[in-house]
Nanobody
């Protein structure tokens, strides 16, 4: 049974930065693709970024390209989301997710089986 624990959320000003971390346990981390999703108030959960098992295959939703960077450290069982040039529209609860055995990281929530509890990111204008 995998467990995912996010950290690093908080309050930032527009143009600022935050770094989210997601520590995984319970599975062989390097065998799974990882993703970040977010859900803003009153909206559906949306895909943000995904990374393959080795870290070479990476996808982003268009609205975050050039500002958010996903990475992983398989030795630390951790996936990161570096968030720069934050915008008020980035305000949401951010979730990390794990796709067991996935070679290509999924870009929709259906491909992920394990989810973290979420961490709040609030960006003020």
């Amino acid at each position: 049974q995998a467990q995912l624990v996010e950290s690093g959320g908080g309050l930032a000003q527009a143009g600022g930065s935050l770094r989210l971390s997601c520590k995984a346990s319970g599975r062989t981390f390097s065998s799974d693709a990882m993703g970040w999703f977010r859900q803003a108030p009153g909206k559906e959960r949306e895909f943000v970024a995904a990374i393959g098992r080795s870290g070479y295959t990476i996808y982003y939703t268009d609205s975050v390209k050039g500002r958010l960077t996903i990475s992983r450290d398989n030795a630390q069982n951790t996936v990161y989301l570096q968030m720069n040039s934050l915008e008020p529209e980035d305000t949401a609860v951010y979730y990390c997710a794990e796709a067991p055995g996935a070679y290509v990281p999924p870009r929709n929530s259906i491909g992920y089986f394990y989810w973290g509890q979420g961490t709040q990111v609030t960006v003020s204008s």
